[in-house]
């Protein structure tokens, strides 16, 4: 497994921007898929965005175009910029690893877990 550290959440308004960012330690990391989840009070985790070690990326549909997602295999780390934040985007993140991960969107398929940062966007 690989230990994973997350930082940058906070509070912002309504189409405003932040930048998670995910330390990783362990395991060789570009290995991995990286991947970002996020989990509002009350309802299941849901998958964000992910970034394989090839650099081919994934994202939800409702963050297309105003989330992206990069990682640095020199750096081990993994990050996530949100811009046009709404919202419904207000979360907890999380920033997960997977050495062998089949659904990319499925967090079951994620073997270690940060443990989290909250995201709070007022409108």
């Known amino acids: 497994q690989v230990q994973l550290v997350e930082s940058g959440g906070g509070l912002v308004q309504a189409g405003g921007s932040l930048r998670l960012s995910c330390a990783a330690s362990?395991?060789?990391?570009?290995?991995?898929?990286m991947g970002w989840f996020r989990q509002a009070p009350g309802k299941e985790r849901e998958f964000v965005a992910a970034?394989?070690?090839?650099?081919?990326?994934y994202y939800r549909e409702s963050v297309k175009g105003r989330f992206t997602i990069s990682r640095d295999n020199a750096k081990n780390t993994v990050s996530l910029q949100m811009n046009s934040l709404k919202p419904e985007d207000t979360a907890a993140y999380f920033c997960?690893?997977?050495?062998?991960?089949?659904?990319?969107?499925?967090?079951?398929?994620?073997?270690?877990w940060g443990q989290g940062t909250q995201v709070t966007v007022s409108s």
């Open positions: 997960a690893a997977g050495a062998t991960v089949r659904v990319v969107t499925d967090p079951s398929s994620y073997d270690s």
């Open positions: 970034a394989a070690w090839s650099g081919e990326t």
């Open positions: 362990g395991r060789p990391f570009s290995v991995y898929v």
